[in-house]
C-alpha cells in the first residue's frame, strides 16, 4: 500500500487503543478516509494518525476540577 497510508487496524495498533476507539475519532473528528481500488479495508493518512497522537492542551480551570 501506499506509505502515507496505514489501515485503522494498524492505526490502532500504533496508538495503542482498539480499532473501536479510531472509529469513533473517526466520526467525532470527522476524519478523512481512504480505499484503494482491489482492497476492502478503510486507511487514514499517516499525518492524521500522527495529530491523533499528539497531546492536547488542557485549561487551568479543568486541571484544578479534576
Known amino acids: 500500500m501506499a506509505e502515507n497510508y496505514e489501515s485503522v487496524d494498524e492505526a490502532a495498533a500504533e496508538i495503542g487503543v482498539n480499532r ?3 472509529w469513533k475519532w473517526i466520526r467525532q473528528h470527522d476524519l478523512p478516509t481512504f480505499r484503494f481500488l482491489g482492497d476492502r ?3 487514514l493518512r499517516r499525518e492524521d494518525v ?3 497522537r499528539e497531546p492536547i492542551p488542557v ?7 479534576a
Open 50 to 52: 500522527r495529530r491523533l
Open 59 to 65: 485549561e487551568r480551570s479543568k486541571k484544578l476540577a
Open 41 to 43: 479495508r478503510t486507511f
Open 20 to 22: 473501536v476507539t479510531v
